[in-house]
């Protein structure tokens, strides 16, 4: 299901947390062991992507999918041609991966630009990878200015009213855009959603969840299992709960008729990505994990269409989600309505 609506800050602070809307998922790989090796990759003018952020794997991920001689025919023939490396200022683990990053990329024949108005001049499409969601609203401006259709990496943003202000810039310059995790393909997901287990009842999800002072708890690792438990549920939580200990978190979201959500966040013991829906007809498990190329199909189909798989009300209720979850932990596990926080983060 794609969707062409547009983001309203009004309608959504009203509407939030009622509603659902579906993905479509592709639950293969691809191979990506053979690779164009040239100082500069040639493209089809409209096919070219530029990547901003070079601190992330994923952007040597997405590359390497891309930039491939055998490319899955659903890709669309795009290829990642040139590429702005920064990047997070300060997060020292995002930092430190940008010159063996930018190294990587230029061997598969992406060229390396020293401003984001360069990289647009050269480019069709963007990749926003930049791994701090802080600088995504800044970042994600001069795209929509130039009037090209742009993939934003998770997290969206580091807060919620910074993905607000996203969402707006976007429908100002006419431009529509989705973020999501990989971890939205998981396998199973894309059965639920068509209806495998009837309508879904609950759901438990699960992932690491290490936390980056830099940003609200769940937004920096957490959010992958977030996206996954959205994935099967739908919008339309409308309170949060939160039980937080030093190697653990548990979240728990009541949606629109009496439905439970839970996230648990690892930190102590062996991470893993996965869970369980519970529906109407039965149950059924999530995993395993589908890597990012699923993904991509999705982006690369939205870069030809303009047509998104993940509306922005979904996108801003996973944030209203994680951030009322921070709210809970600061009041000691309490209740917090999603539509509190968005109605304070719309305020500023």
């Not at 430190?96 to 499409?125: F, M, Q, W």
């Not at 999800?205 to 438990?229: N, Q, R």
Request: hydrophobic share 35%; glycine share 12%; net charge neutral.
């Amino acid at each position: 299901m794609t969707h062409k609506k547009s983001f309203n800050r009004r309608n959504f602070v009203k509407t939030a947390g009622i509603g659902a809307v579906g993905v479509t998922t592709a639950p293969f790989l691809i191979n990506t062991n053979k690779f164009h090796n040239m100082k500069q990759l040639n493209a089809k003018k409209g096919k070219r992507i530029g990547i901003i952020g070079l601190d992330t794997s994923h952007s040597i991920a997405f590359a390497k999918s891309l930039n491939t001689e055998d490319q899955d025919p659903e890709l669309l023939g795009y290829k990642v041609t040139a590429a702005y490396p920064y990047g997070s200022k300060d997060i020292e683990s995002s930092t430190s991966r940008i010159p063996g990053y930018t190294k990587d990329v230029k061997e598969l024949g992406v060229e390396i630009v020293d401003s984001i108005d360069k990289l647009l001049d050269k480019t069709d499409v963007i990749l926003l990878e930049t791994n701090d969601g802080r600088r995504h609203l800044e970042q994600a401006l001069p795209v929509f200015e130039a009037g090209k259709r742009v993939f934003i990496d998770k997290p969206v943003a580091a807060s919620l009213s910074d993905a607000i202000k996203i969402y707006e810039a976007a429908d100002k310059h006419g431009i529509p855009t989705f973020s999501a995790s990989s971890l939205r393909y998981i396998g199973g997901a894309k059965e639920i959603r068509n209806g495998a287990i009837g309508q879904v009842l609950g759901a438990n999800t699960f992932s690491p969840a290490k936390l980056e002072k830099t940003h609200p708890d769940m937004y920096w690792y957490g959010i992958h299992g977030v996206e996954t438990l959205f994935t099967v549920m739908g919008t339309g939580c409308q309170e949060v709960y939160r039980v937080h200990t030093d190697g653990t978190d548990v979240i728990t979201g009541v949606w629109q008729g009496g439905r439970i959500g839970v996230f648990r966040g690892i930190r102590d013991g062996k991470g893993g990505y996965g869970g369980m829906a519970f529906g109407e007809d039965g149950q059924k498990e999530l995993g395993p994990y589908n890597g990012y190329v699923p993904l991509l199909k999705d982006v690369m189909k939205y870069f030809e269409t303009g047509e998104v798989p993940v509306t922005p009300d979904e996108t801003l209720e996973i944030c209203a989600f994680m951030t009322a979850a921070d709210e809970s932990k600061k009041r000691s596990g309490m209740a917090v309505s999603i539509k509190e926080v968005m109605e304070k983060a719309a305020m500023k």
